[in-house]
Every structure is written in structure tokens, then in C-alpha cells.
């Protein structure tokens, strides 16, 4: 069924619904993520760090980010620092997740820096996740 603007309903639930963007290094943590999510009722893209990933953040708009955090990669960092200084990311709600506790502390010591975002340490308890993502943007 279409609406009256040429959408069909099903197309206007999947418009409205609130959508995640996760980065993180490793593509079998991303497809978990992006499972998880869907089934969840939210929009999801998952991408690896990538040159161009601010870009892809600006032009996708998300709801939310989860950017990983590891020991030895500075893309994370870089990517933080450039959302934090940009008007227009600042204010997207992100949620950092790491194996390394201690990168997650570092982030949200230099809020000049890397602004306050929420941290969830890896392994992380499914519900915790899921509880984390409401509590910054609401249910799907």
C-alpha cells in the first residue's frame, strides 16, 4: 500500500526508524552489530575506518555512533577528535567501546579533546549494549 505521496508504509516505518552507524576494525564484531540492531528494530550501517568515514558520518546523519577504540590504532582517535571539532557531529550522541578499559578512561578524561561520550568495555553483556543505545537515543 502507497501513501499518498507515492511511499509505501513499510518505506516510511524504515524512514522514521532511528538509525546507527558502528565503526570499529573488526568486521566480525560489526555483522554481530548490525544483527543485533536490526533485529532490534533500528536502521544500521557498519563500516571498518575508513579515509572518508567522517564524510560518510556527515552525509548519513545517524542517530548514533559506536566507534571502537584499540590499543595501537590511531583512526579512532583521529575520527573523535575531527566529530568533536565539527558542528556539525559534535552533537550526535557516541558511544565508544574498547578491549582496553584504559583507552575508554583516556577518552573521557580529555573532554577538551574528545567531548564526554558514554564507553561500554568489550566483551560487552548484550543487554548492557542494548540498555547503553536506549538510554542515548530511546528505542527504535
Do not use: C
Request: avoid cysteine; hydrophobic fraction near 45%; aromatic fraction near 4%.
Amino acid at each position: 500500500m502507497t501513501s499518498n505521496h507515492g511511499i509505501s508504509r513499510a518505506e516510511q516505518t524504515q524512514q522514521r526508524r532511528k538509525h546507527i552507524l558502528a565503526i570499529d576494525g573488526a568486521s566480525d564484531f560489526l555483522e554481530v552489530l548490525r544483527h543485533l540492531f536490526v533485529g532490534e528494530r533500528y536502521n544500521v550501517t557498519t563500516t571498518n575506518f575508513v579515509e572518508r568515514t567522517h564524510n560518510m558520518i556527515v552525509a548519513l546523519a545517524p542517530d548514533l555512533l559506536i566507534v571502537d577504540l584499540a590499543m595501537g590504532q590511531q583512526a579512532g582517535w583521529r575520527l573523535l577528535e575531527h566529530l568533536h571539532r565539527d558542528g556539525v557531529t559534535r552533537n550526535i550522541p557516541l558511544l565508544l567501546t574498547s578491549a582496553a578499559p584504559e583507552l575508554l578512561r583516556q577518552a573521557q578524561a580529555d573532554v577538551e579533546r574528545y567531548g564526554r561520550p558514554s564507553v561500554l568495555a568489550k566483551p560487552m553483556d548484550i543487554d548492557d549494549l542494548l540498555s547503553a543505545v536506549d538510554e542515548l537515543i530511546g528505542p527504535a
